[in-house]
């Protein structure tokens, strides 16, 4: 994102201390990622699971080791979604769009400005980075854009234990988190040498191929739809009406 000039984007990350996470790297070993949702427990704030003969429990201190992050900030899960009472779908999703004249047929990423294009894609594809539907744009989704946006600090802890549970009870999750799994399994010395390892490259690595898929266009320094000025003229002549 930096080599691409996303300064707004970063700094919203920035503000949820994201940062760390999106750029974790390194091996995932999806054999022992199996192993561990196949034993994974809840108990209160900590997650245990048993691996290759070792008891492992993960503190809030073993998350704050890996990725920075603490077990603060507002929790948000399915379940809870009214916990912000001004926060309305519908208008929250128009005010995000290109053109806000359009007409809402379903939530999706496509019209979506720049910046809430990046944090939609993050959100659909990263958290919790489900196997289908990246389009799609789900209550929850919106939700967590709209904190971002605002800058409401979230318990992000709490929403990726939230979504390792759902990977327990859904095949669609598909096993989330493994970079951070797999940082676990380093951080208590797992023994992975004969284990077949992949290997992932940071989350926050958008380059100009991909922002360009996304329908925008850099133009003298700065990414703008493709379609900028089309829209642009559209909602002077609305404004004008």
Same mark, same amino acid.
């Given at each position: ?22 750029? $974790?790297?390194? +091996?995932?070993?999806?054999?022992? @990622? ?6 994974? !427990? &809840? *108990?209160?704030?900590? %997650? ?25 900030? $507002?929790?948000? +899960?399915?379940?809870?979604?009214? @916990? ?6 519908? !208008? &929250? *999703?128009?005010?995000? %769009? ?144």
């Amino acid at each position: 994102m930096k080599q691409q000039n996303l300064t707004t984007v970063r700094s919203l990350l920035k503000e949820q201390r994201l940062k760390r996470f999106l750029e $974790l790297s390194g +091996n995932i070993y999806l054999d022992l @990622v199996k192993v561990f949702y196949t034993n994974l !427990q &809840f *108990n209160g704030h900590t %997650l245990n699971f048993h691996v290759k003969g070792m008891d492992i429990v993960i503190t809030n201190d073993v998350w704050a080791a890996i990725i920075g992050l603490k077990y603060y900030g $507002l929790r948000i +899960n399915k379940g809870n979604l009214a @916990v912000i009472e001004e926060f309305n779908k519908i !208008q &929250f *999703n128009k005010n995000c %769009l290109k053109n806000p004249f359009s007409k809402v047929i379903n939530f999706s990423v496509g019209g979506l400005k720049l910046d809430e294009r990046l944090i939609a894609f993050i959100v659909s594809w990263i958290i919790p980075p489900r196997g289908s539907n990246h389009s799609t744009l789900y209550e929850e989704d919106l939700l967590l854009i709209y904190c971002i946006m605002n800058k409401v600090k979230l318990n992000w802890i709490h929403i990726f234990k939230d979504d390792m549970q759902k990977a327990i009870r859904l095949s669609d999750f598909h096993y989330p988190y493994a970079i951070v799994i797999s940082k676990f399994l380093h951080y208590f010395d797992v023994d992975i040498e004969e284990e077949l390892a992949e290997i992932i490259k940071p989350s926050s690595e958008i380059n100009s191929g991909s922002l360009s898929k996304m329908g925008f266009t850099k133009i003298s320094g700065r990414w703008v739809t493709k379609d900028g000025d089309q829209v642009g003229l559209m909602m002077k002549k609305r404004l004008k009406l």
